[in-house]
């Protein structure tokens, strides 16, 4: 699922996922790369597919399903 990326933002920055060192290298890359910033931050390896997920899932109040 595709989200806007300010709400990739809250969602990472509120449960302390990403650093704000880490959002401003990956905003940049996702720039630099013409890549959306979760492609970025998957790339980055800064968060994992998975959890970015259930990070979503658990925002939308749905069950995360692998």
Not at 7 to 25: A, F, P
Not at 32 to 40: G, M, R
């Amino acid at each position: 699922m595709q989200l806007p990326d300010e709400l990739y933002i809250k969602l990472l920055t509120e449960n302390d996922v990403l650093t704000d060192q880490q959002l401003k290298e990956a905003e940049t890359f996702s720039k630099l790369q013409n890549i959306s910033l979760h492609e970025s931050l998957i790339q980055k390896d800064f968060v994992s597919d998975e959890n970015l997920g259930r990070l979503i899932a658990d925002y939308l109040k749905l069950p995360f399903v692998l």
